[in-house]
């Protein structure tokens, strides 16, 4: 019963922005570390950004540091990825994950695409 629901991917030009959501349920969220992955085709699953359980700490991949911005409402049971400056490169499919310590939960949801073109 572990469910991510992400959302507000889209067409996107480049230098431009968006901001991606993850409705989290079947867990208690405020306990749990969250992480926004992305894959784009023919390459592997790449971590993009973590935050730890109270929102107080976060870390992002060299390739993202910089232009992305990740966020979390407890209140919400949501975690947010700010994305500003899109290049081409960030084009993807974008998926949360939750994690009790190094122990992931539940399945990959559906993701939301994030395309960057002019």
């Known amino acids: 019963q572990v469910q991510f629901v992400e959302s507000g991917g889209g067409l996107v030009q480049p230098g431009g922005s968006l901001r991606l959501s993850c409705a989290a349920s079947?867990?208690?969220?405020?306990?749990?570390?969250m992480r926004w992955y992305r894959q784009a085709p023919g390459k592997e699953r790449e971590w993009v950004a973590i935050?730890?359980?109270?929102?107080?700490?976060?870390n992002y991949a060299d390739s993202v540091k910089g232009r992305f911005t990740i966020s979390r409402d407890n209140g919400k049971k949501t975690v947010y990825l700010q994305m500003n400056s899109l290049k081409p490169e960030d084009t993807a499919v974008y998926y949360c994950?939750?994690?009790?310590?190094?122990?992931?939960?539940?399945?990959w949801g559906q993701g939301t695409q994030v395309i960057v073109s002019s």
């Open positions: 994950k939750a994690f009790y310590g190094s122990a992931s939960l539940g399945n």
């Open positions: 079947g867990f208690t969220f405020s306990a749990a570390a």
């Open positions: 935050i730890s359980s109270s929102g107080v700490s976060t």
